[in-house]
């Protein structure tokens, strides 16, 4: 079937066309998106009629002299032909109609329109109408059945239908289309086509195929198909005698099918590959016109005639033939154009020539000779044979086992070529800003998160950014002109961000606008060397991070000082950050299949600097890109890719990446989608907006946020069990931002620390009660391992009601491992901190040792004075606090981590360590012996007990160690360095060799009967392991004075009372008082026991010295170490 392709004519503006024939086929109709229905005598018309009908004209039918366009004011008109006289209104729709056609007799129309409706009009009496309600998005067009009988139509919904028409119902429905919103986003218009005469056959494009189902039936009986489609099809036209079906796709190609054989028959590119949008045949069947988006109207010629005049060219063809194929008979063997070629002049195949006349449906076959076989090489229309020419349609006389021979023909002609068939590279993610909608948008969102949001407009009215604020109180929206054309933004509570790409003659631009600066310049700009374009940035907390197309990441403060300067190891995807936290995620290398190879750096960019995650690949769903890139409102960092998958970090797990939410399960409709804006761990929330059948949401009107929870997904999460372990585990995940807080200094709220990890232990009960009731003791104990030690006791006595006694037998033994396990690292983990800090403080005491022997002797005793002031003001609260801890502990248990009121506060019976595994052959020992430490072995026992369950707290955390009464981490809050404090640096290495020859004079024995004692962590560790001080013996005596004189105050007001008295005395009376302590250092003991015995006196007379004698006790415990203060507290109570 070769035909000639005839040059493209100007029709329309550019936009959608629809073209047609009249029943004569003497004229050619077209309109377009201007709004003009032309009427074309023929292609070479240079002067067509043209009908106004509307500012647009989607669609039209021609049919017994009248003409029916669909056009942009809502309405379905109808004009004469060929005159175009209007002859009125057929039917109206609430929007635009997108496509009309008759029915075979021309007595009927249908009409399908944007508002989902379709609606079938009676031509002679517009009044009666059938609409057919069903569709649940605009309708892409619409056919009649040739026998009246049927309707067919397809939809944006994805459907196609088809409707009984006069019962007005729906006969069968199939999900076959892409969905889409609108006509104008539709990958395909989806021309439907039935069958002409026989009407068997429904004819469907979906994507590069044509379906066809049988009437009646409604199966799917054929697909027709061509390699060389590669883009989806359009419309699909069927010719006058039904034999052949033509197709037009979104690429330009059109195809021809013999519907029988399922051959291609022809196929021809649109001169420029432009979208076929219109197609219709001549009613002949020898033409086929079409029109494209481009406004443009061609025609190819020369096509298979119709079956009414064929049978004369028939019977002269194989004479014709005969002659052309008598020209080459004496090179058969050397041509290559003729290999597998059939031969006319073999005996079979001149006997179905000369009988093709018989059957008449051989002669709608194309000749596949010699001629059509070069065409197969040679494409150009300008090539062909004169043999060829001379045939003329004539040459269509073979039958169709020759025909069959095409295909093969062809793949053997064409020149072989190396195949791959493995895996196809993915093309890389572009770089994008997490919470902002496509640049390609002219109204879009440049950033939402939870500071605030920034739209940019680029329309012909403006270009410019707003800038809007949550909370106002941070700042009044901004109006930006955008005159450099930034394309990326971020916002923060301290500044805007603002980026634009560069130009051959002008640099990338970063622009900062710092409102919460304290100074009127506001503003900086920075110009990034030309060929470097910024592809990403990020503010954080005092510092700004730009990503550029160089690979690097440049970072600087918020004033625009430039800092850091990193080299990324690939191109960048897109940046977040939060507090001193920078999260990065970049092309790590190339993915296959459609997937995207990412890498991800976690930096930390605080005052100690460090890289947290180091390039690891980022987990993405199968086929999946990166969506969103940020942090938790806790800080945490997190993502979700485009299948709807949230992924948290866990930190306790090596910085593993867990799926917490899958946004899809949300979703009602498979085009809906959820545009992430921000997470939060406590509450669970994650924070999106719905978008109905997109992607992105618009700006206008402004979206709603929606909150959906998190679950993970654990398998069985439908039964009780399944249910709790999802319950545990993302509890336990979801407050691991608790621990990272604490440990970076910030303060965390105890109440919900306490409440999530009070929640933790409840499921766990509640699990292991469920197990119980499943005769599953093993998974009992599994879950016993995961409880405190607390819970375990109440799990320890649920066991025994349930009567299952080995179970209790081995929660017992886990209860016992539990606590010798606490007991002994609580000690290790103290001494490694102090060792650590006393390494670190050591070097600088050397370096200061030096400096100090410089001042006079006038200043060095005055600043010794301060600082046994200040010592002694620890050294009480200290034993203040070590009272109460001790006794705190001996109330409780030996448990660490009791839960107070919520449990129960029965105890298991547990041996403590013995005295000889706590023997550190490293210890320093104290100056001085305390007379309590050498005592009967009973009171060893409990002093190791004491000593193992009670913390010693550090000066760094104040009284936050009390971890005997509650399990809640304190803040960490930096205690502010006094001038006293930064003095007594001077003083430490004077002290530390006082303290050496001190310990010489100790025996051995006291050394090993004493706990621990690690090097100094601190000046003031230092100070507690020295004699009193002068302030103390004044303390000593002046104490009844002043309790005389103010009974109403607490151990820590007598303190801070005396030492305002200490300071009034004179220098010389200071300094009489620290030489009397020196001078008492022997009289130690005995001052000890004298004290003790007037205390113990004093606490028979009255109540309220009770307190006073546990001040006096704890005064005694300032000794050599924190083993002489337990010591004396012991043999107090005793």
Same mark, same amino acid.
């Given at each position: 079937?070769?035909?000639?392709?005839?040059?493209?004519?100007?029709?329309?503006?550019?936009?959608? %066309?629809? =073209? +047609? $024939?009249?029943? !004569? #086929?003497?004229?050619?109709?077209?309109?377009? /998106? @201007?709004?003009? &229905?032309?009427?074309?005598?023929?292609?070479?018309?240079?002067?067509?009629?043209?009908?106004?009908?509307?500012?647009?004209?989607?669609?039209?039918?021609?049919?017994?002299?009248?003409?029916?366009?669909?056009?942009?004011?809502?309405?379905?008109?109808?004009?004469?032909?060929?005159?175009?006289?209007?002859?009125?209104?057929?039917?109206?729709?609430?929007?635009?109609? %997108?496509? =009309? +056609? $008759?029915?075979? !007799? #021309?007595?009927?129309?249908?009409?399908?329109? /944007? @508002?989902?409706? &379709?609606?079938?009009?009676?031509?002679?009496?517009?009044?009666?109408?059938?609409?057919?309600?069903?569709?649940?998005?605009?309708?892409?067009?619409?056919?009649?059945?040739?026998?009246?009988?049927?309707?067919?139509?397809?939809?944006?919904?994805?459907?196609?239908?088809?409707?009984?028409?006069?019962?007005?119902?729906?006969?069968?429905?199939?999900?076959?289309?892409?969905?889409?919103?609108?006509?104008?986003?539709?990958?395909?218009?989806?021309?439907?086509?039935?069958?002409?005469?026989?009407?068997?056959?429904?004819?469907?494009?979906?994507?590069?195929?044509?379906?066809?189902?049988?009437?009646?039936?409604?199966?799917?009986?054929?697909?027709?198909?061509?390699?060389?489609?590669?883009?989806?099809?359009?419309?699909?036209?069927?010719?006058?005698?039904?034999?052949?079906?033509?197709?037009?796709?979104?690429?330009?190609?059109?195809?021809?099918?013999?519907?029988?054989?399922?051959?291609?028959?022809?196929?021809?590119?649109?001169?420029?590959?432009?979208?076929?949008?219109?197609?219709?045949?001549?009613?002949?069947?020898?033409?086929?016109?079409?029109?494209?988006?481009?406004?443009?109207?061609g025609m190819l010629d020369g096509l298979s005639p119709s079956t009414a005049g064929t049978t004369k060219a028939t019977q002269a063809a194989p004479s014709e033939a005969k002659e052309y194929d008598d020209l080459f008979d004496d090179d058969d063997d050397d041509r290559v154009l003729d290999e597998g070629a059939s031969d006319t002049r073999s005996p079979s195949k001149n006997a179905r020539v000369a009988g093709a006349g018989e059957d008449e449906d051989d002669d709608l076959m194309p000749a596949t000779g010699r001629v059509r076989n070069r065409a197969a090489f040679l494409e150009d229309d300008n090539s062909r044979d004169a043999g060829s020419l001379k045939l003329g349609v004539d040459e269509f006389a073979e039958d169709d086992d020759a025909g069959s021979t095409t295909a093969p023909l062809s793949a053997q002609a064409a020149p072989p070529r190396p195949l791959?068939?493995?895996?196809?590279?993915?093309?890389?993610?572009?770089?994008?800003?997490?919470?902002?909608?496509?640049?390609?948008?002219?109204?879009?969102?440049?950033?939402?998160?939870?500071?605030?949001?920034?739209?940019?407009?680029?329309?012909?009215?403006?270009?410019?950014?707003?800038?809007?604020?949550?909370?106002?109180?941070?700042?009044?929206?901004?109006?930006?002109?955008?005159?450099?054309?930034?394309?990326?933004?971020?916002?923060?509570?301290?500044?805007?961000?603002?980026?634009?790409?560069?130009?051959?003659?002008?640099?990338?631009?970063?622009?900062?606008?710092?409102?919460?600066?304290?100074?009127?310049?506001?503003?900086?700009?920075?110009?990034?060397?030309?060929?470097?374009?910024?592809?990403?940035?990020?503010?954080?907390?005092?510092?700004?991070?730009?990503?550029?197309?160089?690979?690097?990441?440049?970072?600087?403060?918020?004033?625009?000082?430039?800092?850091?300067?990193?080299?990324?190891?690939?191109?960048?995807?897109?940046?977040?950050?939060?507090?001193?936290?920078?999260?990065?995620?970049?092309?790590?290398?190339?993915?296959?299949?459609?997937?995207?190879?990412?890498?991800?750096?976690?930096?930390?960019?605080?005052?100690?600097?460090?890289?947290?995650?180091?390039?690891?690949?980022?987990?993405?769903?199968?086929?999946?890109?990166?969506?969103?890139?940020?942090?938790?409102?806790?800080?945490?960092?997190?993502?979700?890719?485009?299948?709807?998958?949230?992924?948290?970090?866990?930190?306790?797990?090596?910085?593993?990446?867990?799926?917490?939410?899958?946004?899809?399960?949300?979703?009602?409709?498979?085009?809906?989608?959820?545009?992430?804006?921000?997470?939060?761990?406590?509450?669970?929330?994650?924070?999106?907006?719905?978008?109905?059948?997109?992607?992105?949401?618009?700006?206008?009107?402004?979206?709603?946020?929606?909150?959906?929870?998190?679950?993970?997904?654990?398998?069985?999460?439908?039964?009780?069990?399944?249910?709790?372990?999802?319950?545990?585990?993302?509890?336990?995940?979801?407050?691991?931002?608790?621990?990272?807080?604490?440990?970076?200094?910030?303060?965390?709220?105890?109440?919900?620390?306490?409440?999530?990890?009070?929640?933790?232990?409840?499921?766990?009960?509640?699990?292991?009660?469920?197990?119980?009731?499943?005769?599953?003791?093993?998974?009992?104990?599994?879950?016993?391992?995961?409880?405190?030690?607390?819970?375990?006791?109440?799990?320890?006595?649920?066991?025994?009601?349930?009567?299952?006694?080995?179970?209790?037998?081995?929660?017992?033994?886990?209860?016992?491992?539990?606590?010798?396990?606490?007991?002994?690292?609580?000690?290790?983990?103290?001494?490694?901190?102090?060792?650590?800090?006393?390494?670190?403080?050591?070097?600088?005491?050397?370096?200061?040792?030096?400096?100090?022997?410089?001042?006079?002797?006038?200043?060095?005793?005055?600043?010794?004075?301060?600082?046994?002031?200040?010592?002694?003001?620890?050294?009480?609260?200290?034993?203040?606090?070590?009272?109460?801890?001790?006794?705190?502990?001996?109330?409780?248990?030996?448990?660490?981590?009791?839960?107070?009121?919520?449990?129960?506060?029965?105890?298991?019976?547990?041996?403590?360590?013995?005295?000889?595994?706590?023997?550190?052959?490293?210890?320093?020992?104290?100056?001085?012996?305390?007379?309590?430490?050498?005592?009967?072995?009973?009171?060893?026992?409990?002093?190791?007990?004491?000593?193992?369950?009670?913390?010693?707290?550090?000066?760094?955390?104040?009284?936050?160690?009390?971890?005997?009464?509650?399990?809640?981490?304190?803040?960490?809050?930096?205690?502010?360095?006094?001038?006293?404090?930064?003095?007594?640096?001077?003083?430490?290495?004077?002290?530390?060799?006082?303290?050496?020859?001190?310990?010489?004079?100790?025996?051995?024995?006291?050394?090993?009967?004493?706990?621990?004692?690690?090097?100094?962590?601190?000046?003031?560790?230092?100070?507690?392991?020295?004699?009193?001080?002068?302030?103390?013996?004044?303390?000593?005596?002046?104490?009844?004075?002043?309790?005389?004189?103010?009974?109403?105050?607490?151990?820590?007001?007598?303190?801070?009372?005396?030492?305002?008295?200490?300071?009034?005395?004179?220098?010389?009376?200071?300094?009489?008082?620290?030489?009397?302590?020196?001078?008492?250092?022997?009289?130690?003991?005995?001052?000890?026991?004298?004290?003790?015995?007037?205390?113990?006196?004093?606490?028979?007379?009255?109540?309220?010295?009770?307190?006073?004698?546990?001040?006096?006790?704890?005064?005694?415990?300032?000794?050599?170490?924190?083993?002489?203060?337990?010591?004396?507290?012991?043999?107090?109570?005793?």
């Open positions: 079937m070769p035909c000639e392709r005839k040059p493209m004519r100007y029709g329309h503006s550019e936009g959608h %066309t629809d =073209v +047609c $024939f009249d029943d !004569s #086929g003497k004229f050619l109709v077209t309109c377009g /998106s @201007d709004g003009d &229905v032309r009427i074309w005598e023929s292609l070479e018309d240079d002067d067509p009629k043209s009908i106004s009908v509307g500012e647009k004209a989607y669609s039209l039918a021609l049919k017994r002299g009248k003409l029916v366009t669909a056009a942009s004011n809502n309405t379905v008109q109808i004009h004469t032909f060929p005159d175009g006289d209007p002859d009125g209104i057929l039917t109206r729709f609430t929007t635009h109609a %997108t496509h =009309v +056609c $008759f029915n075979a !007799s #021309g007595s009927r129309v249908a009409a399908g329109s /944007s @508002d989902f409706m &379709v609606k079938v009009v009676e031509v002679a009496d517009s009044s009666q109408q059938k609409t057919f309600r069903g569709h649940d998005a605009p309708v892409l067009s619409v056919t009649f059945d040739p026998k009246d009988e049927f309707l067919a139509s397809a939809s944006c919904d994805g459907s196609v239908v088809v409707w009984n028409i006069e019962e007005q119902t729906q006969i069968t429905s199939w999900p076959l289309l892409q969905k889409s919103n609108d006509v104008s986003n539709a990958k395909s218009l989806c021309r439907l086509a039935w069958q002409p005469g026989s009407a068997k056959f429904l004819a469907i494009p979906v994507e590069t195929k044509v379906l066809l189902y049988e009437r009646d039936t409604w199966s799917h009986v054929s697909t027709l198909t061509d390699d060389l489609i590669t883009q989806p099809i359009n419309v699909v036209a069927w010719s006058q005698c039904g034999k052949f079906l033509a197709a037009g796709s979104v690429g330009g190609l059109l195809t021809v099918w013999d519907v029988e054989t399922k051959l291609c028959l022809e196929r021809q590119k649109h001169e420029k590959g432009f979208t076929v949008c219109g197609l219709a045949w001549h009613p002949s069947g020898n033409q086929l016109a079409y029109t494209d988006t481009e406004g443009c109207l791959y068939h493995g895996p196809m590279p993915t093309p890389p993610q572009k770089a994008f800003q997490p919470g902002s909608t496509p640049a390609h948008l002219m109204h879009r969102f440049m950033m939402w998160n939870s500071v605030g949001i920034v739209r940019g407009y680029n329309d012909d009215q403006d270009n410019a950014i707003d800038v809007e604020f949550h909370d106002t109180s941070v700042h009044h929206a901004i109006h930006l002109t955008n005159s450099l054309g930034h394309s990326v933004v971020d916002l923060s509570q301290e500044a805007v961000l603002l980026a634009c790409p560069g130009t051959e003659e002008l640099a990338s631009k970063l622009q900062c606008l710092h409102f919460a600066s304290w100074d009127t310049n506001k503003e900086w700009l920075v110009d990034l060397p030309l060929g470097e374009d910024v592809r990403a940035v990020c503010l954080g907390q005092g510092w700004a991070a730009a990503a550029t197309s160089a690979q690097l990441l440049r970072l600087f403060s918020i004033g625009g000082v430039q800092r850091e300067l990193l080299s990324l190891p690939g191109a960048v995807v897109c940046m977040a950050a939060h507090g001193e936290q920078l999260l990065l995620a970049y092309h790590r290398g190339t993915g296959f299949d459609g997937e995207q190879a990412l890498g991800v750096q976690l930096l930390q960019l605080g005052l100690r600097k460090r890289q947290v995650i180091h390039g690891e690949p980022l987990p993405l769903s199968r086929r999946s890109h990166l969506s969103w890139l940020g942090f938790t409102a806790e800080g945490t960092p997190c993502y979700t890719d485009s299948e709807g998958v949230v992924r948290l970090l866990n930190r306790s797990l090596g910085n593993t990446w867990v799926p917490v939410c899958n946004t899809r399960d949300s979703c009602k409709g498979k085009s809906d989608h959820y545009w992430v804006v921000g997470v939060h761990e406590h509450p669970q929330q994650l924070r999106c907006i719905p978008c109905k059948g997109s992607r992105f949401p618009p700006t206008l009107p402004r979206p709603a946020v929606a909150v959906l929870p998190f679950k993970l997904p654990l398998c069985q999460t439908a039964t009780e069990k399944g249910l709790m372990e999802e319950q545990y585990w993302r509890s336990a995940l979801l407050h691991n931002h608790y621990d990272f807080l604490s440990s970076s200094g910030y303060e965390v709220d105890e109440e919900g620390q306490s409440q999530s990890q009070k929640e933790q232990q409840e499921l766990l009960m509640k699990m292991f009660a469920l197990s119980c009731k499943l005769d599953r003791e093993v998974r009992c104990v599994e879950l016993a391992e995961l409880m405190t030690q607390s819970v375990v006791t109440l799990a320890i006595r649920y066991a025994s009601r349930s009567r299952r006694m080995a179970l209790a037998q081995r929660l017992s033994e886990l209860a016992l491992e539990k606590a010798n396990q606490l007991q002994g690292e609580e000690p290790e983990e103290e001494e490694e901190e102090q060792y650590s800090s006393a390494r670190r403080n050591s070097g600088r005491r050397q370096g200061e040792q030096s400096s100090s022997r410089h001042h006079s002797t006038r200043e060095t005793q005055e600043e010794e004075e301060e600082e046994e002031e200040e010592e002694e003001e620890e050294e009480s609260q200290d034993g203040q606090m070590d009272t109460e801890e001790a006794a705190g502990n001996r109330r409780q248990g030996l448990n660490p981590f009791a839960k107070g009121a919520t449990l129960s506060p029965e105890k298991p019976s547990l041996n403590p360590v013995s005295k000889e595994g706590r023997v550190n052959p490293f210890k320093v020992s104290g100056a001085g012996k305390s007379p309590g430490s050498s005592g009967q072995p009973r009171v060893t026992s409990i002093l190791d007990s004491m000593s193992s369950s009670s913390r010693k707290p550090s000066p760094l955390l104040g009284s936050g160690g009390k971890q005997g009464r509650t399990t809640v981490l304190k803040p960490l809050a930096p205690r502010a360095k006094t001038k006293t404090q930064s003095t007594l640096l001077h003083m430490t290495a004077p002290k530390a060799a006082n303290k050496k020859s001190l310990e010489e004079k100790e025996p051995a024995v006291d050394r090993l009967r004493k706990p621990e004692a690690p090097p100094p962590a601190s000046p003031e560790n230092v100070e507690n392991n020295k004699p009193k001080t002068g302030f103390q013996l004044w303390l000593e005596e002046n104490r009844k004075s002043i309790l005389a004189e103010r009974p109403d105050l607490e151990e820590t007001g007598v303190i801070k009372e005396a030492m305002g008295r200490f300071r009034t005395l004179s220098a010389d009376d200071r300094t009489s008082w620290t030489e009397r302590a020196k001078g008492q250092c022997g009289e130690a003991v005995e001052q000890k026991k004298r004290k003790r015995e007037e205390e113990e006196r004093r606490a028979e007379g009255n109540t309220q010295n009770e307190a006073e004698e546990e001040e006096g006790s704890a005064k005694k415990k300032k000794s050599s170490d924190p083993s002489a203060k337990l010591s004396a507290f012991a043999f107090n109570k005793n």
